[in-house]
């Protein structure tokens, strides 16, 4: 069986009305990423980010998965399929993909200050600021901030160097080192990319389709492109 490893960022949930980090009228435009996204923020002002991150996780139970999530969760009725996100909702969880890596951490779970492998998950919307972990240590987001490293990065490259097909969804290609993971993947392997947009595509050496149009648009036309192909190969 043929296996699909599809790689998401934020256009694809942009479809369902979640703000993109790095649009002019995304979240970065409302928040100095220093004030709420580092390690340092956290230890400088822990209400603020704590706040910033329950204010995604309530805008997060009113959102529902696009056509482009049910697309590609609807890849495992012919392929195999893994999915690789940077997003950290879990969208792609409830349109009902099995196999996903989160590089940059999860929006629902919560994880000890002094162990990063200590997860476990937000009841509700929101963290409390004296919410403790089993250790004893405050609780944090479950977030990959700038400044750290991507545990998850390692895992990911070994998913993209065992495509078929590598789909790229929704993404710039400019946030590293989750953009390298396309020189991961296999020469000959076709990469299809779903964006209305120019990401960088110039370190790109394998063939390459660009499909210019928004997820929830191109995704479904993709999948039925490569189902299609299935069968005549059949």
């Known amino acids: 069986m043929k296996k699909i490893v ?3 960022g934020a256009g694809i949930s942009a ?12 979240l970065w435009a409302e928040y100095r990423i220093e004030d709420v996204c ?3 923020a956290l230890a400088r002002n822990r209400a603020l980010v ?4 329950n204010k995604r996780r309530r805008e ?5 998965p696009n056509a482009a999530h049910h697309a590609v969760a609807a890849l495992e009725q012919h392929f ?17 993909s099995s196999r996903i890596t989160h ?13 990063p492998e200590l997860i476990v998950p937000c009841e509700g919307w929101e963290q409390k600021l004296t919410d403790t972990a089993p250790d004893g240590s405050l609780l944090r987001p479950h977030i990959v901030f700038f400044g750290e490293s991507v545990p998850m990065f390692d895992q990911a490259c070994k998913v993209a160097a065992t495509a078929d097909v590598f789909v790229v969804v929704g993404t710039s290609l400019a946030v590293y080192p989750a953009a390298s993971l396309v020189h991961y993947i296999r020469p000959e392997v076709p990469i299809y990319l779903v964006d209305p947009g120019t990401p960088d595509v110039r370190l790109i050496r394998n063939p390459l389709t660009h499909i210019r149009k928004r997820a929830a648009e191109g ?10 192909a299935l069968k005549i190969e059949a």
Do not use: C
């Open 6 to 8: 599809v790689f998401t």
């Open 15 to 26: 479809d369902s009305g979640l703000k993109t980090f790095r649009d002019s009228d995304g």
């Open 38 to 40: 580092t390690p340092e």
């Open 50 to 53: 704590v706040e910033f991150y």
């Open 60 to 64: 997060l139970e009113h959102t529902l």
């Open 80 to 96: 195999e399929v893994e999915v690789i996100t940077q997003n950290v909702d879990d969208l792609h969880e409830r349109a009902g």
């Open 103 to 115: 590089l940059h951490g999860e929006l629902r779970k919560l994880r000890s200050s002094r162990n």
């Open 219 to 228: 995704v479904p036309e993709l999948v039925t492109r490569l189902v299609n």
